[in-house]
């Protein structure tokens, strides 16, 4: 599984590279946001759930990505969970 981690700002930028890997991978393997969490789902439940399966994390780094809360819960948790793997 893909985790792309990046900021709601930066979309437009972003959706590209997130559709192709899907195309190349299939959707299924590429945690984004706009096809992995539907309305009325838990954010961070999702987030941890995509954190889990998680074998590649894609950090799209930008003013609007280090300036969000969820961006750096995103990466912080990334870690913790690769290091917990190593354990």
Do not use: T
């Amino acid at each position: 599984m893909i985790f792309i981690s990046h900021n709601g700002k930066d979309k437009e930028v972003v959706a590209p590279f997130a559709h192709k890997l899907a195309e190349i991978f299939g959707i299924k393997n590429v945690f984004y946001d706009s096809w992995s969490i539907r309305p009325g789902d838990g954010i961070i439940d999702k987030m941890n759930e995509g954190l889990e399966k998680c074998k590649f994390f894609f950090f799209f780094i930008s003013k609007n990505s280090l300036e969000s809360e969820m961006v750096k819960l995103e990466w912080q948790n990334a870690i913790i969970k690769k290091n917990k793997r190593r354990d």
